[in-house]
């Protein structure tokens, strides 16, 4: 099976902008989580998206919003960018006990 | 040799007590540690998250304790609800992200 894809890999926005991106889970996988790392908070968990449901959500702002479809692929947007913005977004799908990270998409936000 | 442990295989704990879940680990560049739930039947669904770079973690009725020196985390549930019964997995985040999960503790909350 193929892995968990993220795109885009790398992306570079200015202040103000909003930004999505795109996560596909290995193929069966229902379950999406979507996580923030920066080196100053280290790894965040944002949410978990179950079928189509979100079913978990960090402490991040409403800025923060995701979704999946009926495919399970998912979605995060970041609107209104901020430079603390800037980091790693991992997203992981999972199936049963088994939990896969995606390559994740480098933001830079300027 | 397993890199998370967790060396209870059940608990039992009155329900409105605390409980409290234990996990060990052997590598010390883990970055990142997670708690999933697990009911029969179902995948399990994260419950709550510590980076490696923070000691304590709260959300709502659930709390996660990580003792870098000790190579120890625990998970803190109060007040216990008969929801809560369940198997808990501890799991630890490599700086590949693999996920090398613990054996679970399965959780028993008393009426």
């Known amino acids: ?110 | 040799d397993q890199q998370v442990k967790q060396n209870s295989p059940s608990l039992s704990v009155q329900e409105g007590r605390i409980s409290i879940l234990n996990c060990d680990y052997t590598n010390s560049m883990f970055d990142y540690f997670l708690w999933y739930k697990k009911y029969p039947a179902e995948g399990p669904t994260f419950l709550i998250s510590i980076s490696s770079i923070k000691d304590k973690n709260e959300d709502g009725r659930f709390t996660v304790f990580l003792n870098k020196s000790a190579k120890h985390l625990s998970l803190h549930i109060v007040p216990s609800q008969p929801g809560d019964s369940a198997v808990y997995f501890c799991a630890a985040l490599d700086s590949n992200y693999q996920l090398i999960w613990g054996a679970g503790t399965k959780l028993i909350i008393k009426p």
Not at chain 1, 8 to 24: A, D, N
Not at chain 1, 56 to 79: I, L, Y
């Open chain 1, 1 to 110: 099976k193929a892995g968990v894809t993220q795109t885009p890999r790398y992306l570079i926005k200015t202040r103000g902008q909003q930004v999505t991106l795109s996560c596909s889970p290995i193929s069966g996988h229902r379950s999406v989580s979507w996580y923030q790392q920066t080196p100053g908070q280290g790894l965040q968990f944002l949410f978990e998206y179950f079928s189509e449901t979100q079913r978990n959500k960090g402490n991040f702002p409403g800025r923060f919003s995701g979704r999946q479809f009926s495919n399970s692929r998912s979605e995060m947007n970041v609107s209104t960018l901020e430079l603390g913005d800037s980091a790693l977004y991992l997203c992981a799908s999972s199936e049963l006990d088994r939990v896969y990270f995606g390559p994740g998409t480098r933001l830079t936000v300027t």
